[in-house]
């Protein structure tokens, strides 16, 4: 019902909200940053957790509501075309649904910083009546508040603080590939390392994260951002087939010249093959179209940014910035992304398969999709490019000893060299020998030195029989077994065998890095770097660290929480917030966009992350303490005598000063001032 002033009920609806959520965010202004229970435990006195959970389901039916009535508006406007119901897929999230009004995005906020208001006393609740009575039955929209809140500890000079914030949307599902990435890549020898490579990885990830943002918004890209992986394999598995069709049906006419022009294809099957060649194409160009989109033009703001910033804060003397056309940029961008760059070797192939008879043999090529398919081959290919500098260095080595025996073959032996044995005839071998391979030049001796000493790794194999001429005063048939000795011992035994040490050392150096990130993942916090024995030592059930890394340390909620900053408003932030921000952000002018843009800095501070530290331990470790406890029950005597002593004070005002009775009125301040002077040990402690 629309009230005086008001235009429509909808927007006294939103005020109420906004009023709601204001209130809200005023109640955790003040539990921020609390050392003391004093605050909390006042507003758990004065705030009924009846009222609170009726406040919070009233927000939660809002918009719950709306997007209900949106659902079914959906349903019942005609049957989605297939093109948009592959790009929506099966889910129905709420991130996925029509915007919300302006009335029910407030109530959601409201509900959402009701939530955390929630989370937050609940730690200071000794009673249980808070935890009792805000259940997953008793909230109607508990799985979604939960998942879009998060949770996580910050270090303020060696304190830890619990800060909770609204994970926001871009991070609830965050693809798997990017997990395993930043787990598997992040150096975990040193902390603070560490702690380095995995808030770059964050930063990046932030980028990551904004363009898939931007591509979800048109619904093709959507669509192909969904079924990327679909569409890998269905061109995998027809690559296979036009393979298979080639391999049983490919042949060639011609038996006498065996030229180039007779390899043919049976009609029949031609057909099948240029059928399955044209479902191919049309595949190579949306995989073509999907690693422009997905790394190139999703790349071209930051690449803007990036270039308008090194420009702007270029200093005096140094190495100027030349100024590049950002669609140049993208084009060498797209240039470095192996990506982009094997799908357009794809597509040229795939058009080269129609040139002529034997051009649909050009889809071989494709078969090397199985390196994007299978992990297995992902880690044989990384284990012979994890060391490519040394094995490439390795290899110049061995051109170059090739290189030199057929410089030495040259001058001694150059009517020696064959490619394989000489034919028998009659019982001999035949003269001329058909196989011989005579050097006239020392690049033919290297390459017959390259070809067959690789191959067979002896080049004594590739060279003619000398006959013995020893007594007769001839001694080349020493140099001969000298200079094959020698090829054998330096190549074959021991060149060889580096470049095959090198790639077995990688599949073994490989293995053990991935399993021990593997075991320090099982056995350590990622943030803290905590081993699991010391919680579930100090706690009270066996998932005392499972519960750790889920709740306290999530390394997914500090990732959400560095991207929550980023995109917040600097002045909304709370004094938590605006802690870390410090040590990590900065905002500057983008003079193109006319905004404030935020950036991480260049060195960040990442001492808010908790080292060595969780409350989860702290509070164990206070509990269990005898000594603290001591201290306690001393302060609790303490603040009782003070009470006593100026009750007594009191009474003693009120008594006329006539007699002995002034010894009452005599009491002094200075005990009363001393006694208390020992609460400061709640300080202290």
């Not at 939103?14 to 004093?38: F, M, P, R, Y």
């Not at 932030?573 to 935020?598: H, I, M």
Request: glycine share 6%.
């Amino acid at each position: 019902v629309p009230l005086p002033g008001y235009q429509d009920g909808d927007q006294y609806a939103q005020k109420l909200a906004t009023l709601k959520s204001d209130a809200i965010v005023a109640v955790l202004s003040l539990l921020e940053g609390v050392d003391s229970s004093d605050i909390p435990n006042h507003v758990l006195s004065v705030m009924e957790p009846n009222i609170m959970l009726q406040n919070l389901n009233g927000l939660s039916e809002v918009y719950l509501k709306e997007v209900e009535t949106k659902k079914k508006a959906t349903l019942k406007d005609t049957t989605p075309s297939l093109f948009a119901s592959l790009a929506h897929g099966d889910s129905h999230d709420e991130d996925e649904a029509q915007d919300l009004s302006m009335s029910s995005e407030a109530a959601k906020s409201a509900a959402l910083y009701s939530f955390i208001i929630i989370k937050t006393l609940e730690t200071f609740d000794h009673t249980g009546s808070w935890k009792g009575a805000f259940t997953r039955q008793s909230i109607i929209d508990y799985d979604s508040l939960t998942a879009s809140v998060g949770s996580i500890e910050v270090s303020r000079n060696r304190n830890l603080e619990k800060v909770y914030f609204v994970i926001p949307k871009i991070c609830r599902k965050l693809p798997k590939v990017s997990r395993e990435r930043i787990v598997y890549s992040v150096d975990r020898t040193n902390p603070q390392l560490q702690l380095k490579q995995f808030f770059s990885q964050c930063c990046q990830q932030y980028e990551d994260l904004n363009r898939t943002q931007l591509l979800n918004q048109n619904q093709f890209t959507r669509l192909l951002q969904r079924k990327s992986a679909l569409l890998d394999s269905v061109f995998f598995a027809n690559a296979l087939l036009i393979n298979l069709l080639m391999l049983l049906f490919f042949e060639n006419t011609d038996n006498e010249n065996f030229l180039r022009s007779g390899i043919r294809l049976p009609e029949g099957a031609r057909a099948a093959v240029i059928f399955f060649m044209a479902i191919h194409a049309i595949l190579c160009a949306v995989r073509l179209s999907w690693a422009v989109i997905d790394r190139g033009f999703g790349r071209l703001e930051p690449i803007r940014l990036k270039q308008s910033k090194a420009i702007k804060h270029q200093t005096p003397g140094s190495k100027s910035t030349i100024w590049i056309p950002p669609i140049l940029r993208l084009l060498l961008s797209l240039a470095s992304q192996r990506d982009v760059m094997w799908s357009a070797v794809c597509f040229i192939t795939c058009l080269a398969g129609f040139s002529g008879n034997a051009s649909p043999l050009w889809l071989v090529v494709h078969l090397f999709e199985m390196f994007k398919q299978s992990l297995v081959l992902q880690n044989v290919l990384k284990s012979i490019t994890y060391r490519g500098r040394t094995l490439l260095t390795t290899a110049v080595l061995g051109l170059v000893m090739f290189y030199i025996f057929g410089a030495v073959g040259f001058v001694a032996f150059p009517e020696l060299f064959q490619f394989s044995e000489a034919d028998i005839v009659d019982g001999n071998k035949a003269n001329p020998n058909n196989n011989g391979a005579f050097c006239d030049s020392v690049w033919k001796c290297s390459l017959v030195a390259l070809d067959v000493g690789l191959r067979t790794g002896d080049l004594g194999e590739a060279m003619d029989d000398i006959e013995w001429g020893i007594d007769k005063g001839e001694y080349r048939i020493l140099i001969r077994m000298l200079y094959t000795f020698v090829f054998f011992v330096i190549v074959t035994t021991i060149l060889m065998n580096i470049i095959f040490g090198i790639i077995i050392d990688t599949f073994a150096e490989l293995r053990e890095k991935k399993d021990f990130i593997d075991k320090d993942v099982q056995g350590r916090c990622f943030i803290c770097r905590i081993e699991r024995f010391s919680f579930e030592s100090a706690g009270n059930s066996s998932d005392s660290f499972a519960r750790h890394i889920r709740e306290d340390h999530n390394m997914w909620n500090y990732l959400a929480f560095l991207v929550y900053l980023r995109d917040r408003d600097v002045d909304d932030l709370s004094g938590a917030e605006s802690y870390v921000f410090d040590k990590v952000y900065k905002q500057v002018f983008d003079s193109s966009l006319r905004r404030k843009a935020t950036i991480p800095l260049k060195q960040p501070d990442l001492s808010w992350f908790p080292q060595r530290q969780a409350i989860a331990l702290n509070a164990g470790e206070k509990e269990a303490d005898p000594v603290t406890q001591a201290i306690e029950t001393v302060q609790q005597s303490t603040d009782h005598v003070v009470e006593k002593l100026a009750e007594c004070k009191k009474a003693a005002a009120t008594i006329p000063a006539a007699g002995g009775s002034g010894v009452l009125v005599s009491i002094s301040e200075e005990p009363l001032e001393s006694a208390k002077g020992t609460p400061s040990m709640r300080n202290r402690r």
